[in-house]
Structure formats: C-alpha cells, structure tokens
C-alpha cells in the first residue's frame, strides 16, 4: 500500500492519468444535456452547467499541477515519456479539453447563448489548438512506443487506443462547432466538418487496427489481470465517440447541403445531404453495435477477474467512465434520430449507471486525495525497483527493457 505523501511528494507523483478525471466529468455534464427524459428541463440544463464548470476548474488545476510538476522536476518528463503505459495517457489532455469545448459549444453558447458570436470564434480557436495536440499525441506517442518504449503483447491492454482517440474526439467537437459556426461563416463550418471528418477517418482506422491486436492478445493472453482489466471498457470510447462524431457530421451535412452558388455535382447536388445523413446514421448504428460488442467481452473480462482476486481501487478507474458515457451519449442520439424507443430507454438507464459510477469513484477519489496515497506515479516506482535490483539480477535491465507494468496505473 503507497505511504502518506507531502505536497511536493503528491506534486511529483501527479501523472497525465488525473485529466481521466476530466473526461469523466465531461462525460457526465454532456449526459445531463441530453437526458431522454426532461432534457429539456431546466433542472438538467443547471446540472449540465455546474458540472461543466466544476469540470473547467479541475482542468485549470490539474493543467497547473502538471506544469509545477515538469518545472520543478524536469528529470520526471523524460521518465514518464519512456515509460509503457504511463505516457499513453499524455492524450487524455486534449480530450479533456476537448469536452469542454463541446459542451461549451452545445449548452453555454447554444442554449443559453452565452458570449455569442465572440465566444464562439474563442471556442473554435481552442478547437484548433486541441486538434493541433491531438495529432501531436497521436503521431508523436506511437513514435515514442515503436522507438523509446519496450512492449510485449503479454503486457498490451486497451489502454494502447488513448493517444489514437484523441483525434475522434476532437471530431466530435469539430462537428459540434460546425453546426454553431453556420450561421456566421459557411466557409468557416465546411473547413472545420472538413476536419472534423478527416479526424475521425483517421482515428477509427488506428483504432479497428488496434483492437484487432487487442483481440488477438485476449485469445493467446487471457484477460489483463488485477486493475488492468478496467482498460477493458476503453474500446466504448472510440467507438461511442466515432458513432457520435459520424452522426453529427451526417446531420450537419444534410443542413449545409447543397452550397449554394457551388457548381460541384457533389456539393451542388439537392439529395447529396440526405444521402449522405442517411449512411452516416447507418454507420453510426454500426458502431454502436460495435461497442456494444465490446461492452459484453468488458463485462465478462470483469466478472473474470473479480471472481479471482481482489482489484485495488486506482486511479485508473476513472478511465471507465469516458467510454460508458458517451456509449450512453450515442444510444440517446440514434434515439433522436430513429425515434426507436429502445435507444431512449436503454439509454436513458446507461446514462444513469453512468452518473452513479462517477460518484462512487469521485467519493474513493476524494477520501484519498488528502493522504496523498492516490498519487502514484508507475514510471517514478519502476525506478526505485531497478536502484534496487543489479544488472546480474534482471537482464532485462541490462538490454533497457521495463518492469510488468500492466497492473501499475
């Protein structure tokens, strides 16, 4: 069990898992905006607020925590980015940020209309930065795996799909935006759906490519043993998010289509909107299904282990509930659209489970903030492990390699 820590102690162990916390939080204030049942009440569209600004306070927080933590111990950051599962995170930053950004996009300014046009073009102008980082941990954090990091398909979980998921994210946002920026500049909504689709084409083909290995590494592996088997719902994220993304799009489309003036016999054309609605909610449907596959081999991974052995609470339990929220998220949309009272109910009881399993974690959360013994840093750990241990007793130090780290975040 991890020892009570002082302030520069907790300073030094707060890792990028802690934004988790963010889209967590994101998920939920997203899921009060859209609740089936009274959606449009002025109880959800409060709730929807106050998390959304408890959200930003956390994420102003955690992104000053994280700046002390990387100035005052610079050594840490080159710690942290070579190791195997504790840098992937480093992608829950602009996913974090890019749920406030829709949420700031769809409630503050859509339904309350709050700053105008002025705070929207603020809005787009941090989309553009939060894509900006997106493709940089994409791009940059499989880099660092294939050149910096040792893997083993052992060792893989789920948890290899964060620095990919952040472009779908962004995505979504990018759609969001799309719709709130027409009014004001077509030019401005085509450029950003333009994105935001390219964004997500790109994110979905790493992420299929991804859970094949996944798959694969459950059939000859077994489920991730001990806390490492909460990764299992992250594959409800891309897929959720994907499906909502693509939903927008279709949406947005079928609204912007055709382009007046434009002489295109694609974007000229009065039925290329309909058409192109029309298969973005097949898709959208897909993937839904999808996740819902995936929900059922995370369900049975986790009755798995816990009927084997006991799972510690870590921090990485907040990692649950971005996936189940915007599974939740893309089942009350299709309802919108399909009008199929099975996605309203069925949503409406998953955007319940999910809201519950965000105050049980937050409460464990917050009962441990104050000892510090939340605050644990893998990277930092596996260090001590190898000042303790000689070349002669571990070859794998010798060739560079890292501990079994599956269990440690």
Not at 236 to 257: E, H, R, V
Request: include cysteine; charge should be positive.
């Amino acid at each position: 069990m991890s020892t009570k820590k002082g302030i520069a102690d907790s300073i030094r162990h707060f890792t990028p898992v802690w934004f988790t916390v963010n889209m967590g939080t994101g998920a939920v204030s997203i899921l009060f905006g859209v609740f089936p049942y009274g959606d449009q009440s002025g109880a959800c569209r409060i709730l929807s607020t106050a998390f959304f600004f408890f959200n930003l306070l956390l994420f102003v927080l955690f992104t000053v925590v994280s700046i002390i933590r990387y100035t005052r111990f610079p050594d840490v950051w080159g710690t942290m980015i070579r190791h195997p599962v504790e840098s992937l995170y480093l992608g829950t930053f602009p996913m974090g940020a890019a749920t406030l950004i829709g949420v700031g996009t769809t409630v503050l300014h859509g339904q309350y209309g709050f700053g105008g046009q002025a705070f929207l073009y603020t809005l787009w102008g941090l989309w553009w930065i939060d894509v900006a980082l997106s493709i940089l941990c994409c791009w940059g954090v499989i880099y660092v795996m294939i050149t910096k990091q040792c893997h083993s398909l052992r060792q893989m979980t789920t948890v290899w799909l964060l620095p990919v998921v952040t472009l779908i994210v962004a995505s979504s946002a990018g759609g969001e935006l799309a719709q709130a920026l027409h009014p004001y500049s077509v030019a401005s909504a085509l450029t950003t759906l333009t994105f935001a689709i390219l964004l997500v084409s790109v994110g979905l083909m790493h992420t299929f490519m991804i859970l094949i290995i996944y798959l694969h590494r459950l059939l000859l592996h077994g489920f991730p043993p001990g806390a490492g088997i909460v990764s299992s719902f992250i594959p409800l994220g891309p897929m959720g998010q994907a499906g909502f993304s693509i939903l927008i799009i279709g949406q947005t489309m079928k609204k912007f289509l055709p382009v007046l003036g434009n002489m295109s016999p694609l974007l000229g054309n009065a039925q290329t909107g309909e058409i192109i609605f029309a298969l973005c909610v097949c898709i959208s449907f897909l993937l839904w299904a999808f996740a819902t596959m995936w929900l059922g081999y995370a369900l049975l991974g986790i009755q798995y282990v816990l009927r084997r052995t006991r799972v510690p609470f870590k921090l990485s339990f907040w990692g649950m509930i971005f996936p189940n929220g915007v599974y939740a998220n893309l089942t009350v949309a299709l309802y919108q659209v399909l009008d199929v009272p099975f996605f309203r109910v069925w949503g409406a009881i998953y955007s319940v489970f999910t809201m519950l399993m965000w105050i049980m974690i937050f409460y464990r959360t917050a009962a441990l903030v104050p000892t510090g013994r939340i605050f644990e840093a893998p990277c930092l750990e596996e260090v001590k492990m190898w000042e303790n241990m000689s070349p002669s007793d571990s070859p794998e130090r010798e060739r560079g390699e890292h501990l079994p780290v599956a269990d440690n975040i």
